[in-house]
C-alpha cells in the first residue's frame, strides 16, 4: 500500500497545479482507499476552475476591490467528490458590489455550468468581521478561509481584523458552536452505534471532527489531553474513506452508510477489512475516539464562565474518597498502579459512578485501557462478583456506569458473552441501533421512565416503583439480546444460556439466576402478543398467564418490555403500541389473580406421600414462588409442627428478616402473627399465606428491622420466636402487645395515599377478591386482617406487597365457603374504608 502514492504522485506530477482525471482518481482511491488524495486533488482542480472563472469574469471588470476566499471544506482543502463548494466573494464595500453584478452572476453561472455545486456569499470587510447571532455558520466559514484570487492588498487588510474578531468573539463562537453541535446530537439521539449512520452529520461523524478543529483554533478548553495526532487522524482517514466511497457509489453527495453500501464497501474498495461487519466495528472504534473528544471539550467550553456549574462541580468534587479523586466533574484514580494491586477496584470506580452519575476522566479510561489484559486475566476466572454487581445495578445511575464500562471494554472482561454483540450490525429495517447500543439505550430508557410525566408512561412508572430488586431487571436486559450474534433462529434461548453461564460465573444464587433467566428467555412474549394475538380471547389471558406464572414475574417482563421496544427505534414506542401493553399487562394480571385461588394442586404425581399430602390443596402459584429447597424446608416445618402445633422458621437475608408459619387453621392466626411483628416494631413488607386440603396454613413474611431491635439486641430474636409460639397457642393476646405501642405520626396532606377497597366476584370460582391500597403505618396489616375476621370472613390467599409507604394488599375471602354477598361486601367496605384511613 506504501507504494501507491507514489504512482498517484507520478500520475499528477506531469501536470503540476492540475488534477489528474477523475476517472484515474477514482480508479486510484479504489485500489488503494487512499481519501486524502482524492481531496487534495478535487480541491487542487477546483482551485483552477474558480481562478479562471475569475480571470474570465471578474478580473478584467475590476482591477481591484474584489477578492475569492475558499471556505468550509474548500478553505481546508477538502472537497470530497461531490461536495458543495463554498466560496466568500470578499468586496470593498456594498456600493462595489452592485456594480459588480452582471461580471458576478457570469462567474458564478460558469461554476455551475462547469458542474460545480457552488454556495457563495458576497462580504464586506465589516461583514467578516461582525458577529451573526443568526448565521453563525458565516463567522465559523471563515475560520477555515484562504485567497484564492482577486485583490491581495484587500485580502490583507481582512487578516488582522478577523484574528481580532476571532481573539474577541472566541468564547461566544465556540458556545455557538457548541450548541449547534448538541442540537445535531439530539437528532440523531446522541449515539454513534446507528445501523445506517451519516457519516458526515451523525455524532462522531465528519462535523463533529471539523468542530474539534475549529474549537482548537478558538483555544477552547480541554483540548490539551486529545490525541490529535494519532487516533484522530486514523479516525479522520477513516470516516473519509466512507465518505468518498459513498459519493463515487451514488454519484452525488450521499453521506449515509445503508445497508446495501455497508455491503458493496469490502467489494469495492481495498482495505484491511474484508467484510462488512469488520468494516462496521472499525467505523463506530473510529467515531467512537470523535465523539468522546468532542463531548469532552464541549463539556469544558459550556462550564467556562458557569458560575453555578463551577460551584456544582465545586462540590462534586467534595464526593472524593480514598480510592478516587473528582476533578471538573470527572472521576479519576488515585493511585497510579491502584488497578494491578487491587483488580476489584474497577467494580468499586463504576458503583461510584453509578451512584453519583459522574463520568469517567480520560486519564482514568486510559489507566482502564492499559490494564485491559491485566483485567481480562483477573475477571476470567469465577469469583463471587455478584454483591458488588448487585449493588452498582441497583443504584440510580446505573445506565452511565453500564455505559462507561461498555465504553472503556471492562464489560466484556466481566462479561466475555457481551463481546460478540459490541458494535454488532443485524439488519432489520426496524432496528436503528446496534445490538449494544439498543441494549444500553433500553436501560437508560427504564431508568428515565421514572422521571415520566406524560400519563400514559405514568402507569408503567407505577410498576417501576412496585419492582423489589431493580438490579435482576438491569441484568436481564443486559443480557436479553448477547445471543443475537450467533445468529441463531431463538436468540433468545440462546441470550437465556449465555446469561445463565455468566450468572454461575459471577456466583448468583439460584433464586436471581431463575428470574434472570425467565426474563430473558420470555422478552418477546408480551411484544408479540400486543400485535399477533387477540386480547378479548379468553385463551390469549390463559396462554399467557400460564408463560408469566406470578404477578411479580408480569411487573418484570411488562418493564422489560418496554424498555426493549422503547429502545428499538426512537418512535417504536407509539401511543397505540404503548396502550396495547398496557391492556396486555392488564389481561394477564386479572387472569393471574383470578387463578390465585381457584387453581389449586389436585393430585401431585411423582412424589412421596408426606410430600403429596402437604401439597394437595395447595395453589398452583405455590410451586411457582418457591425454590426446591424452599419446599423441602416447609416439609421439614410440618413434620415439626405435627408434634408441636406450631412450626416457625425466622432468619436474616439480604434485605431484612423471613418469616415461615405452619399452623392449624383457626380465626385471627393471620392477623395475631400480624399483630406480633407490629408490636416489636417491625415493618411487614411482603406477605403471603396458603391453605392446603388438610387444613394446614402456610404463612410467609418478609419483614425490615427499621430500628434494628433484633439486630443490636440478639436476645430479641429469641423473644420474637417465642412470642410468636405462644401468640399461636393461644397463650398471649395479640391486643395485650399491641397496648402500648405508639400511634404513628399522620403524613402531610401533599404526600398522603387516598385508602382504596375494591372487591371482584368474577376473580375466582369459590371466593371474592379484595384488593387494597392505603398509606403503609405499623399494624396496617393486623388491622385489615382482624377487621375480616371480626366480620366472619375467612382468608383463602393474601398478597401482601409494600413500597414506600404505599401498601398493596390482595385476599382472597370467603364466608361460610361462600362467595361475599352485595349486602356484605357493601359492610365491609365501610369497615375497612374506617381501619384505613389516618385516625387523627
Known amino acids: 500500500m506504501s507504494q501507491k502514492p507514489s504512482e498517484f504522485e507520478m500520475m499528477t506530477e506531469a501536470r503540476p497545479h492540475c488534477r489528474a482525471f477523475p476517472d484515474e482518481v477514482k480508479r486510484y482511491f479504489l485500489r488503494t482507499g487512499d481519501a486524502g488524495a482524492v481531496l487534495r486533488d478535487r480541491s487542487l482542480a477546483v482551485e483552477a476552475q474558480v481562478r479562471n472563472a475569475f480571470a474570465l469574469h471578474l478580473a478584467g471588470a475590476a482591477s481591484g476591490g474584489i477578492a475569492v476566499l475558499a471556505v468550509g471544506g474548500f478553505g481546508r482543502s477538502e472537497l470530497f467528490p461531490h461536495s458543495d463548494v463554498d466560496l466568500c466573494l470578499l468586496v470593498e464595500s456594498e456600493k462595489f458590489a452592485d456594480s459588480l453584478k452582471e461580471p458576478l452572476a457570469a462567474f458564478v453561472q460558469t461554476l455551475w455550468d462547469e458542474g460545480l455545486r457552488l454556495s457563495h456569499s458576497v462580504r464586506t470587510l465589516a461583514e467578516c468581521c461582525e458577529l451573526h447571532d443568526h448565521n453563525v455558520e458565516l463567522n465559523i466559514s471563515l475560520l477555515d478561509e484562504r485567497f484564492l484570487a482577486g485583490d491581495l492588498a484587500l485580502y490583507a487588510r481582512l487578516e488582522p481584523k478577523l484574528s481580532k474578531f476571532i481573539e474577541a468573539q472566541k468564547v461566544t463562537l465556540a458556545r455557538h458552536l457548541c450548541r449547534l453541535a448538541r442540537t445535531r446530537h439530539a437528532q440523531h439521539q446522541q ?22 478543529t475549529w474549537l482548537r483554533k478558538l483555544q477552547a478548553p480541554g483540548l490539551a489531553d486529545l490525541p490529535w495526532t494519532e487516533s484522530l487522524q486514523a479516525s479522520r482517514d477513516t470516516v473519509s474513506q466512507i465518505r468518498c466511497f459513498l459519493h463515487y457509489r451514488s454519484n452525488r453527495d450521499q453521506n449515509v452508510l445503508s445497508f446495501d453500501a455497508q455491503e458493496e464497501l469490502p467489494e469495492q474498495i481495498y482495505s484491511p477489512f474484508p467484510t462488512p461487519e469488520q468494516w462496521m466495528r472499525e467505523y463506530y472504534r473510529r467515531v467512537r475516539v470523535i465523539y468522546g473528544s468532542l463531548t469532552r471539550v464541549m463539556d469544558a467550553v459550556e462550564a467556562k464562565g458557569s458560575f453555578l456549574l463551577a460551584g456544582f462541580r465545586e462540590w462534586r468534587s467534595r464526593l472524593s474518597n480514598t480510592d478516587f479523586t473528582v476533578v471538573k466533574d470527572r472521576v479519576y484514580f488515585r493511585a497510579p498502579n491502584q488497578i494491578r494491586t487491587d483488580p476489584e477496584v474497577v467494580l468499586r470506580l463504576f458503583q461510584f459512578v453509578a451512584r453519583h452519575g459522574i463520568r469517567l476522566s480520560l486519564e482514568a479510561e486510559r489507566q482502564l485501557t492499559d490494564a485491559g489484559s491485566h483485567l481480562s486475566a483477573y475477571f476470567a476466572a469465577p469469583r463471587p462478583l455478584w454483591p458488588q454487581l448487585r449493588e452498582m445495578l441497583n443504584l440510580p445511575h446505573a445506565a452511565l456506569a453500564l455505559r462507561s464500562m461498555c465504553e472503556t471494554g471492562f464489560l466484556r472482561f466481566i462479561f466475555p458473552e457481551w463481546e460478540a454483540i459490541e458494535a454488532c450490525v443485524i439488519r432489520d429495517f426496524f432496528h436503528r ?44 436486559l443486559l443480557f436479553h439480546d448477547v445471543g443475537k450474534a450467533t445468529k441463531a433462529e431463538a436468540h433468545s434461548v440462546e441470550s437465556a444460556r449465555l446469561a445463565v453461564q455468566a450468572m454461575q460465573r459471577i456466583q448468583m444464587p439460584e433464586k436471581h439466576r431463575r428470574m434472570v433467566e425467565f426474563l430473558i428467555l420470555q422478552h418477546l412474549t408480551l411484544s408479540s402478543a400486543m400485535t399477533t394475538r387477540d386480547l378479548d380471547d379468553p385463551a390469549t389471558a ?20 418496554y424498555a426493549d421496544v422503547s429502545a428499538v427505534n426512537p418512535t417504536a414506542l407509539s401511543p397505540w403500541r404503548l396502550e396495547q401493553l398496557w391492556r396486555v399487562y392488564l389481561t394477564v394480571y386479572h387472569e393471574l389473580n383470578r387463578e ?8 401431585p404425581l411423582g412424589v412421596s406421600e408426606p410430600r403429596a399430602s402437604f401439597l394437595k390443596g395447595l395453589p398452583v402459584r405455590y410451586l411457582r414462588t418457591h425454590t426446591e429447597e424452599e419446599i423441602e424446608s416447609h416439609l421439614q416445618l410440618e413434620e415439626r409442627r405435627k408434634e408441636a402445633e406450631v412450626a416457625l422458621d425466622l432468619r436474616k437475608t439480604e434485605g431484612g428478616y423471613s418469616l415461615t408459619i405452619l399452623a392449624k387453621d383457626r380465626l385471627y392466626l393471620f392477623a395475631s402473627v400480624a399483630g406480633t411483628l407490629a408490636s416489636f416494631g417491625l415493618n411487614i413488607l411482603k406477605a403471603e399465606a396458603f391453605a392446603n386440603q388438610q387444613g394446614t396454613i402456610l404463612d410467609t413474611f418478609i419483614f ?18 417465642l412470642t410468636l409460639e405462644r401468640v399461636l397457642l393461644g397463650k398471649v393476646s395479640v391486643k395485650d402487645l399491641l397496648k402500648h405501642r405508639p400511634k404513628p405520626p399522620l403524613p402531610s396532606k401533599r404526600s398522603m395515599i387516598l385508602p382504596k377497597v375494591s372487591f371482584d366476584n368474577s376473580a375466582s370460582e369459590s371466593a371474592t377478591l379484595l384488593e387494597i391500597t392505603a398509606e403503609d403505618r405499623p399494624g396496617l396489616l393486623y388491622d385489615v386482617a382482624s377487621a375480616l375476621s371480626s366480620e366472619g370472613c ?32 357493601q359492610k365491609l367496605h365501610a369497615t375497612l374504608m374506617k381501619v384505613l384511613s389516618p385516625q387523627p
Request: some cysteine; aromatic content about 4%.
Open 596 to 603: 390465585l385461588q381457584s387453581e389449586r394442586i389436585q393430585e
Open 191 to 212: 449515539t454513534i452505534y446507528h445501523l445506517e449512520p451519516n457519516v458526515k452529520e451523525a455524532p462522531g461523524g465528519l462535523r463533529d471532527l471539523h468542530l474539534l
Open 542 to 561: 390463559r396462554t399467557l398467564a400460564e408463560k408469566v406464572g406470578t404477578v411479580e414475574a408480569l411487573r418484570y417482563l411488562t418493564l422489560l418490555t
Open 794 to 825: 375467612n382468608i383463602e390467599l393474601v398478597l401482601v406487597d409494600t413500597e414506600a409507604h404505599k401498601a398493596m394488599d390482595v385476599f382472597y375471602i370467603s364466608c361460610g365457603g361462600k362467595k361475599l354477598s352485595e349486602p356484605m361486601t
Open 433 to 476: 441501533y446496534t445490538v449494544d447500543e439498543h441494549t444500553i439505550v433500553a436501560i437508560e430508557n427504564l431508568q428515565n421512565l421514572a422521571r415520566a410525566t406524560e400519563p400514559g408512561r405514568r402507569r408503567f412508572a407505577t410498576l417501576l416503583a412496585e419492582i423489589e430488586e431493580l438490579s435482576l431487571l438491569r441484568l436481564a
Open 704 to 721: 425490615s428491622d427499621p430500628n434494628r431491635t433484633l439486630e443490636l439486641n440478639p436476645s430479641e430474636v429469641d423473644r420474637l420466636h
